[in-house]
């Protein structure tokens, strides 16, 4: 099957700072999501992105389908960004199915 | 925006019995629900795909005489952990989907097997 690695496993950052998270793939895709889980279990989709780039606020997100990556940037972080990022994608033969990373965990310091 | 729902949201069971949970689209029709089932600083883990009306699809390595999946109607699907062991404890999170519309998750629901 698919493999999602994402990078780096664990970050640490003060309040303000910018980051940026990364997520391989091994095969094309044909959908790409971001996720944050908050504290509490809740996944939040943050972006649908299986190509190109796309804003939400502080928040923005890049893939490039052909070199089977994705960026997830994060600037002027905020002590209620901390949670878990997770990349996951779906290849057209998955009969829908969604392959999540292993997640980034980020912690935001006030 | 559409809206899935999990009940309950955490249960807590002795070894040897069965727990449903139950996965519901509020706002719309689910043709598919996916099961995930994620363990302590882990990441989600596909367990089975059910579409409406049909037997459920397992991943591999999950045993589906001990996962049971429903998904009797278009709005509704159940799990049920039979003969539930402490191994068993983790958090069970639902999606569903319209067609090929994008999957929209549930709360999660946290089993503890004491």
């Known amino acids: 099957g698919i493999q999602v690695e994402q990078s780096p496993p664990d970050l640490i950052l003060q309040e303000g700072a910018n980051s940026t998270l990364r997520c391989n793939f091994s095969d094309s895709v044909n959908n790409l999501q971001w996720f944050h889980q908050n504290p509490w279990g809740q996944l939040i989709n943050l972006f649908y992105i299986p190509s190109g780039t796309k804003q939400n606020g502080r928040l923005s997100a890049t893939t490039v389908a052909t070199e089977r990556y994705s960026l997830l940037y994060i600037s002027s972080s905020q002590t209620t960004d901390s949670g878990v990022y997770f990349c996951a994608v779906e290849r057209e033969t998955s009969g829908s199915r969604l392959t999540f990373g292993e997640g980034t965990q980020l912690t935001v310091n006030p | 925006g559409a809206v899935v729902s999990q009940h309950p949201s955490w249960v807590i069971c002795k070894s040897g019995t069965s727990v449903k949970i139950e996965c519901r689209s509020l706002d719309f029709q689910a043709t598919t629900m996916f099961w995930y089932r994620q363990f302590p600083k882990q990441s989600l883990m596909l367990m089975a795909t059910?579409?409406?009306?049909?037997?459920?699809?397992?991943e591999q390595g999950v045993e589906k005489d001990k996962f049971l999946i429903n998904h009797a109607s278009l709005t509704l699907s159940t799990l049920t952990v039979t003969s539930a062991h402490p191994e068993d404890s983790s958090f069970y999170i639902c999606?569903?989907?319209?067609?090929?519309?994008?999957?929209?998750f549930g709360p999660g629901t946290r089993l503890t097997v004491l």
């Open positions: 999606s569903a989907r319209w067609r090929s519309g994008r999957p929209v």
């Open positions: 059910s579409n409406e009306g049909s037997k459920a699809t397992y």
